[in-house]
């Protein structure tokens, strides 16, 4: 299995201002992804970043509301920008791992 | 037609009973399946995957896997208080390892 960390944990942000999340894995990995998690809902995937590549997005997200970067086998970071109360979510980073999938601990963002 | 869809929960069982959740999914082409449990504040954690037709067990789950029907499900026998969570099924389409996600079951357990 794949051990993820995720900083922040926790935040609570301003509206129209922008955070950025990390994530940092303990081996290698090819993939990683970003999923997001609003509040009541399952999760839908934002993003797959690509070492060495622009990140994938899936349809509804873009690159200049959620910009993310893929420096490095191990790190991804994702920006959420000018947040609003609908961005208040659990932003979730992903690997795969042995044929399977693993999340890390999350980051639950709330915007007032 | 969602692509990945569960039973409607809540679903609600007596401590040793079985929980049976099920999930159906719209792509015949998938060809992974993920169950992860999530307790309420916490991240979705990996309970079991499956790739064949059948049955696959671990401990007191069971996930059953029916391709031809795009059916897949899962039992837990001797439920505890502890199994209450949401329950998520995940199906995997191809080799780039991204999820689509059901709604969940939430699954609360009586002592």
């Known amino acids: 299995s794949a051990v993820i960390s995720q900083k922040p944990s926790r935040d609570i942000c301003q509206r129209g201002t922008s955070l950025t999340i990390q994530c940092q894995v303990d081996s290698q990995v090819t993939m990683m992804f970003w999923y997001r998690q609003q509040p009541g809902q399952s999760l839908t995937l934002i993003a797959t970043a690509n070492q060495g590549s622009e990140a994938t997005y899936e349809s509804g997200f873009v690159i200049d509301k959620f910009p993310i970067s893929r420096p490095n086998l191990t790190f991804s970071t994702l920006t959420v920008s000018n947040m609003s109360p609908e961005d208040s979510s659990i932003y979730l980073c992903s690997v795969n791992s042995g044929n399977t999938i693993y999340f890390g601990e999350g980051s639950w963002l709330t915007v007032v | 037609q969602k692509e990945v869809e569960q039973n409607s929960g809540p679903l609600s069982v007596p401590e040793g009973a079985i929980a049976s959740l099920n999930c159906t999914y719209s792509d015949r082409g998938s060809q992974s399946f993920f169950w992860y449990r999530q307790y309420s504040g916490k991240s979705p954690e990996l309970i079991m995957f499956i790739y064949s037709n059948g049955d696959k067990e671990d401990g007191r789950f069971t996930a059953q896997l029916n391709k031809a029907s795009q059916y897949v499900s899962l039992l837990i026998r001797d439920s505890q208080p502890s199994d209450s969570a949401t329950y998520l099924c995940?199906?995997?389409?191809?080799?780039?390892?991204?999820?689509?996600f059901g709604a969940g079951t939430t699954v609360t357990v009586r002592a």
């Open positions: 995940a199906v995997n389409n191809g080799n780039d390892y991204k999820l689509s």
